[in-house]
């Protein structure tokens, strides 16, 4: 009797111990204790070398642990596999400036712990932790179709692979190519229009280059004469208006 009371005791204890597994992702591992670790879940996953070491010489890695610790909002993050890295442009990556890796690493984190429901109903652009979302920033756009979701940057387009983690507090997608961000990767925004006035160079009195003097006498006097016109007729402007 005593010994059936114990069988039972325990099969109890494993199926309950079970239970959550049948219910979540059936790839991600039981939750250790305490905050998430992104470092620890990369590595388990494999394939991600390459983001695995720029999180750590980019210190985001740490910034993520630390934001996961203590975020109410928890977070997202799109992963590129070592494959995605391996179809940048050879230097690609070594061109960027510290800034600008950061800057890389900041675009593929959401601010907020998005489901694989979510993708389905979430507004573009998304915001990312790079910082703005305007034409030349960092916009990133959502398109979905069924289950399948892509990212379009404006300068390239990733698909999102399913959740190789997730809890409340953290999301983890691959994507199949690094998201490149409009601010590092595309077209600068277009020059301002320049001022329709150009106002004479003045002349320095120290300034002995042959060049300065090419400026042919009578195109000096037009401008002088331009200006001085314009100051008499903004004075006449002026007058009239207080007459
Ligand atoms: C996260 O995991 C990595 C690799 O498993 C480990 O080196 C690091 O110390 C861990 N960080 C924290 C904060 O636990
Ligand atoms: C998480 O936050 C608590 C309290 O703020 C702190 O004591 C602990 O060291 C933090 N843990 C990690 C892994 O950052
Ligand atoms: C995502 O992009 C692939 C091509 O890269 C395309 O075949 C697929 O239809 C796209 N899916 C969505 C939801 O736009
Ligand atoms: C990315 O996908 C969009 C449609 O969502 C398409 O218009 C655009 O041409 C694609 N860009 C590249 C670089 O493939």
């Known amino acids: 009797m005593l010994k059936q009371f114990l069988l039972c005791s325990l099969l109890v204890v494993v199926i309950s111990l079970q239970c959550p597994k049948t219910f ?30 720029l999180l750590k010489t980019t210190s985001v890695g740490n910034q993520i642990n630390s934001q996961l610790n203590d975020s109410n909002n928890g977070l997202t993050l799109f992963a590129p596999t070592d494959n995605a890295f391996g179809s940048l442009k050879a230097g690609a990556l070594n061109s ?102 150009k106002k004479p160079k003045k002349k320095s009195s120290t300034d002995l280059s042959p060049a300065a003097d090419n400026v042919p006498a009578d195109t000096a006097g037009t401008i002088k004469s331009v200006t001085r016109g314009a100051v008499i007729f903004g004075l ?3 007058g009239t208006f207080y007459l």
Do not use: C
Request: negative net charge; charged residues 10%; without cysteine.
């Open 236 to 238: 006449g402007f002026i």
């Open 96 to 197: 960027l400036s510290q800034e600008q890796q950061d800057e890389l690493v900041q675009f593929h984190v959401i601010p907020m712990v998005l489901s694989a429901s979510q993708f389905q109903t979430i507004s573009n652009p998304l915001r990312t932790q790079a910082g703005g979302s305007g034409t030349y920033e960092f916009p990133m756009n959502l398109e979905t179709s069924g289950n399948s979701v892509n990212i379009s940057t404006g300068v390239n387009n990733a698909t999102l692979g399913n959740a190789i983690f997730s809890d409340n507090q953290l999301a983890v997608y691959p994507v199949d190519q690094v998201l490149l961000p409009m601010s590092i990767f595309g077209p600068k925004p277009p020059a301002p229009a320049p001022s329709p006035v």
């Open 24 to 53: 979540g992702q059936p790839a991600a591992a039981p939750a250790p204790a305490g905050p998430d670790n992104i470092t620890k879940i990369l590595e388990k996953a494999g394939q991600f070398s390459i983001m695995i070491k």
